[in-house]
């Protein structure tokens, strides 16, 4: 089959040839039907040699969905040809965390080397992917496997980052969403679904802009040296009560804390780098809370899969073929992207 894989620190990814994978007892052997690429994809392949953490070559992609090809011994639930998506972020099932189903805080992953597909095990970007238990696979039920990729990083993730500030996202209330890109326009959508916030969007390209207003944003600023001025005047001096950094950059964190108000959160989800200053004298308002989520739960992806079959949240997604896999990383990496880069295995 053919596969997309990065073979060597620093080089390009490529379209190589590799035998089709067995599902061990337990496991699932999925046919992939869409693959979506990720900045984290590029930052993987941006590590040195030295402090690189996986064995290559590997196979990228870390949101997939697909149908059951196969089931390895003792697998029950599933039948051949059921559509599903993968949840990514592999727990090992037993700890405290994994019992909620909040395995992307697995106590144990690092300790056992369990890593997620993409990141570590065989991704996404393939013909055929393994999954190593079913309880990592959610239903489509009907939804378009082209929309529901994306949901499995760039709509979850986001949907993990908003439920935390809900309860200050009232009537009335102001939500930053820093980054419209394939998880700040899905986070648009996010906040306008489950909120009655006004949500500001803020980018440096003004057709991501023009995205966001297309997806629901009341406001759209440029992500400049005055945005932060820009969110304080629109909110009467107040500040947003949440902002939620998708770049994560020493610049766009500098915004998010000059634009966050009194008791408000600022959210990191990006791993552009930055810090921000927390504590008394840091620059923050008064009892700012600061966090850096990881991916989302099991439970909160079958939330997001269900809020796209209600027509509630939709990607927007240019596709590519296997081939067209690297070239898509390279425009990834250019920033021209709009939205999220779907790779289609057998289309």
């Known amino acids: 089959m053919r596969a997309v894989q990065y073979r060597k620190v620093g080089a390009a990814p490529e379209v190589v040839e590799v035998p089709v994978p067995e599902p061990g007892p337990g496991q699932v052997l999925l046919k ?121 990083d760039a709509g979850l993730t986001p949907y993990h980052a908003i439920l935390k500030s809900l309860p200050k996202l009232g009537p009335g209330s102001t939500a930053v969403v820093i980054g419209v890109g394939g998880l700040g326009h899905l986070a648009v959508q996010l906040l306008r679904a489950l909120t009655p916030a006004r949500v500001i969007a803020l980018d440096v390209s003004q057709e991501k802009l023009g995205l966001a207003r297309t997806v629901g944003a009341h406001e759209t600023l440029l992500s400049d040296a005055e945005a932060s001025k820009r969110v304080r005047e629109l909110t009467g001096g107040v500040g947003a009560e949440a902002v939620l950094d998708f770049v994560g950059a020493e610049a766009t964190l500098s915004i998010a804390a000059a634009a966050v108000a009194v008791e408000g959160d ?27 989520p990881y991916w989302g739960s099991r439970a909160e992806l079958i939330d997001v899969v269900e809020l796209a079959r209600q027509g509630l949240v939709s990607s927007h997604v240019e596709t590519f073929s296997l081939e067209e896999a690297p070239m898509a990383y390279e425009r990834l990496h250019a920033g021209e992207i709009k939205g999220r880069a779907v790779v289609l295995p057998h289309g």
């Open 32 to 152: 992939v039907t869409a693959a979506g690429l990720c900045h984290s994809d590029l930052a993987v392949m941006g590590w040195p040699e030295e402090v690189f953490p996986y064995h290559l070559p590997m196979t990228l992609g870390h949101e997939g969905v697909g149908t059951v090809a196969a089931l390895g011994r003792g697998v029950t639930g599933l039948a051949e040809g059921d559509a599903v998506a993968v949840y990514g972020p592999w727990g090992c099932g037993q700890c405290r965390k994994c019992a909620e189903g909040k395995e992307n805080y697995c106590l144990r992953a690092a300790e056992l080397g369990i890593m997620p597909p993409g990141l570590g095990s065989p991704g996404a970007l393939a013909e055929f992917m393994v999954v190593d238990s079913p309880r990592h696979l959610v239903p489509l039920n009907g939804l378009d496997p082209v929309q529901a990729a994306p949901l499995t």
């Open 266 to 292: 600022v959210t990191i989800v990006g791993i552009g780098g930055g810090t921000l200053a927390v504590g008394f004298g840091g620059g923050l308002p008064f009892e700012v809370s600061a966090c850096f």
